[in-house]
């Protein structure tokens, strides 16, 4: 109630202030909404697909979808969610030259729903030039059972990339060093994918669109 009261006497003096900050301490920080709701009752698989194997590691690969994956059984985006590895698998083990569609490889492991996450670029580690890792992607949803694509309503998918923020520290000097790093900037990935589908602070917003 106090805190009302000075809200509503600084709103009435000119050149306070206060308000601002209050208002902020109030409301909170601002946040991005879910770009897509995913249905919740839908059997639902995220498949990482590198056709040009730009990820130089599978560890990457496997990295970036559990840190999704872990998001999407926190915030209980899908009652179902079937393992990304299994449509690796399957992905790989394809004997057709990779002519397996993405919604082939739903179904093949019981998916209703793909979060199909294509790869454009990774940058690795570099020490010698202290660069830090990132990764391009592009996301789409695919209805597994009729191959259509759910979001977005661009054809090329939603474009993202992720960098290890500089917060978390710079290149270190070692291989060793190197590829922890690369981890790091993988987890974060996934966890910027899964933004996607559910709201969340600005502050914790770990993608940049690829314009930026």
């Known amino acids: 109630m106090l805190l009302m009261v ?24 601002p946040k991005y909404d879910a770009e897509f709701v995913l249905p919740k009752d839908r059997a639902t698989v995220i498949f990482i697909d590198d056709p040009r194997s730009q990820i130089p590691r599978r560890a990457l690969r496997v990295t970036m979808v559990e840190a999704a994956e872990k998001q999407f059984l926190e915030k209980g985006l899908v009652d179902d969610l079937v393992g990304g590895q299994s449509a690796l698998h399957v992905a790989q083990s394809d004997r057709s030259g990779g002519q397996l569609s ?10 209703e729903v793909v979060v199909w ?8 580690a570099d020490v010698s030039t202290n660069n830090e890792p990132s990764i391009s992607f592009r996301v789409r949803v695919v209805d597994a059972a009729d191959n259509q694509v759910l979001w977005p309503s661009s054809p090329e998918g939603r474009s ?4 290890l923020s500089s917060r978390i520290g710079s ?3 070692d ?4 590829s922890t790093m690369e981890l790091k900037m ?3 990935a996934g966890l910027a994918l899964s933004q996607l589908f559910y709201k969340h602070l600005t502050t914790a917003h770990a993608a940049e669109d690829r314009s930026i």
């Open 102 to 111: 993405v919604a082939e490889i739903g179904r093949a492991v019981d998916a």
């Open 175 to 178: 291989a060793g060093a190197q």
């Open 117 to 124: 996450v294509t790869v454009d670029s990774f940058v690795r």
């Open 6 to 29: 000075v809200l509503m006497s600084c709103a009435a003096m000119s050149g306070c202030n206060i308000v601002g900050p209050i208002f902020f301490f109030v409301a909170g920080p």
């Open 171 to 173: 290149v270190a000097n």
């Open 160 to 163: 993202m990339t992720v960098r």
């Open 186 to 188: 993988a987890k974060n």
